[in-house]
């Protein structure tokens, strides 16, 4: 007797095919969900071999453009970046797969969902809080969790001589010492020889961006449109590209920084469930976009706001990080930040180039820059005379401190 209707988050690698059969033998119906994010897949071969397999149902699901629309572009807006570096490329993708796990398993009816994350990582609390907050009373099954599986498969090779005895296809092409996770923003290389951090990334290893010594020697320039931090337009100098489908925006500047070797990082990085680990990472659209908001925000965003749109970005990037994009606080962070862009609209034109971004000008029809105001040659509505006043004022507490040292120092 079926125990009720499970839907599995499928890759159609090997640990997930033998999750599948695992779920049948456990008496489940089961329900195989594979979000297209734009990652290198032959989703019809992956759809064939779960049938095979024995899933009732394959469904795939495209979620290229609800990625960049409403996970992507936020990020954007909030100018999201994890302990400085890391641009959450898997971050943001989790909550985009949880959407579409949830409304598989309300289509079908299903009272479970099940995952190949392991017990270690970050992606099991993104998947299940996800799942937890769409979904209250959905029940998980994580079977690198459960007793009944890890300590039936605790290596690779138990795994393969279950994949055998089931007709699991193997993988025809070695695997790589390293885990790699995929979508159409980013690439993940963890684990395996890349646990040492004193290790160096081996050659080849990157997939999505060219090696920045043998990127083109000639520069490509682009210019980035935004309307309230989010971007509406790209354009590239000396090319009859211009896009304003939210979808081409991005894969254009994917498809640029790619080419000329952009966005790739080797961090080491803390995990919200307490680990340390070192990963290494591509996002070279994503890294474009940060850089041209970040500018056009220093041009319109007055300087006490952005400070404190800076610390919520930084709660925000956390937020996203550890699982909670379906929390209030969230829900909150995001509402603040958006509110705080409302003037962050222009251009940005930008120097692409052997793996670096070079800003080379930025325009806003309303901005907080005031060149008149500013110039070293127009005096304008602004009396110098008062800037003595107001050093003066600044240096009382400085005055203050060095008389309290002195103090302090006769009485030694």
């Known amino acids: 007797m079926s125990k009720g209707t499970v839907v599995l988050a499928y890759s159609g690698g090997l640990d997930t095919s033998c999750i599948l059969v695992w779920l049948l033998e456990q008496e489940y119906e089961v329900v195989a969900f594979m979000s297209n994010l734009g990652q290198d897949e032959d989703f019809d071969e992956a759809r064939k071999k779960a049938l095979n397999l024995g899933a009732k149902e394959v469904v795939i699901e495209d979620q290229k453009r609800e990625l960049v629309e409403d996970f992507v572009w936020p990020a954007v807006r909030a100018g999201l970046i994890y302990e400085d570096r890391y641009l959450l490329g898997t971050s943001l993708a989790r909550p985009c797969i949880v959407r579409g796990l949830i409304k598989t398993a309300r289509k079908f009816n299903a009272g479970y969902v099940c995952h190949g994350a392991t017990g270690k990582g970050n992606d099991q609390i993104r998947f299940e809080l996800g799942c937890y907050a769409l979904t209250p009373d959905i029940k998980i099954i994580a079977p690198w969790k459960d007793p009944k599986f890890?300590?039936?498969?605790?290596?690779?090779?138990?795994?393969?001589?279950?994949?055998?005895?089931?007709?699991?296809?193997?993988?025809?092409?070695?695997?790589?010492?390293?885990?790699?996770?995929?979508?159409?923003?980013?690439?993940?290389?963890?684990?395996?020889?890349?646990?040492?951090?004193?290790?160096?990334?081996?050659?080849?290893?990157?997939?999505m961006t060219t090696d920045p010594e043998k990127a083109p020697d000639t520069p490509e320039v682009l210019k980035v449109g935004f309307k309230a931090g989010v971007p509406i337009s790209v354009s590239l100098t000396g090319d009859a590209t211009h896009v304003t489908n939210p979808l081409e925006i991005f894969t254009t500047c994917n498809r640029v920084g790619s080419k000329h070797g952009v966005g790739r990082i080797d961090i080491v990085e803390n995990r919200f469930i307490g680990l340390k680990s070192r990963g290494i990472y591509e996002s070279p659209g994503l890294t474009i976009l940060y850089?041209?908001?970040?500018?056009?925000?220093?041009?319109?965003?007055?300087?006490?706001?952005?400070?404190?749109?800076?610390?919520?970005?930084?709660?925000?990037?956390?937020?996203?990080?550890?699982?909670?994009?379906?929390?209030?606080?969230?829900?909150?962070?995001?509402?603040?930040?958006?509110?705080?862009?409302?003037?962050?609209?222009?251009?940005?034109?930008?120097?692409?180039?052997?793996?670096?971004?070079?800003?080379?000008?930025?325009?806003?029809?309303?901005?907080?820059?005031?060149?008149?105001?500013?110039?070293?040659?127009?005096?304008?509505?602004?009396?110098?005379?008062?800037?003595?006043?107001?050093?003066?004022?600044?240096?009382?507490?400085?005055?203050?401190?060095?008389?309290?040292?002195?103090?302090?120092n006769k009485m030694k």
Not at 151 to 172: C, M, S, T, W
Not at 304 to 327: A, C, D, H, N, P
Request: with cysteine; hydrophobic share 35%.
């Open 291 to 408: 850089k041209a908001h970040q500018d056009l925000e220093l041009l319109c965003l007055d300087r006490e706001v952005r400070k404190i749109k800076s610390y919520l970005s930084t709660r925000m990037s956390e937020q996203v990080y550890g699982g909670f994009w379906y929390s209030p606080e969230f829900e909150f962070t995001n509402k603040c930040i958006e509110e705080s862009q409302k003037l962050v609209t222009g251009s940005v034109t930008l120097k692409i180039y052997k793996g670096n971004v070079y800003v080379l000008s930025r325009n806003a029809p309303v901005s907080l820059y005031n060149e008149e105001l500013v110039s070293m040659d127009v005096q304008g509505d602004y009396d110098s005379s008062d800037a003595t006043g107001f050093i003066r004022l600044n240096a009382v507490r400085l005055r203050e401190h060095e008389r309290v040292k002195e103090t302090i």
């Open 150 to 207: 890890y300590d039936r498969f605790p290596g690779r090779k138990e795994l393969f001589e279950y994949a055998r005895q089931h007709n699991i296809p193997l993988p025809v092409t070695p695997k790589a010492p390293w885990s790699i996770d995929a979508n159409m923003i980013h690439i993940s290389y963890e684990s395996g020889i890349l646990e040492n951090p004193a290790t160096h990334p081996p050659e080849g290893i990157f997939q």
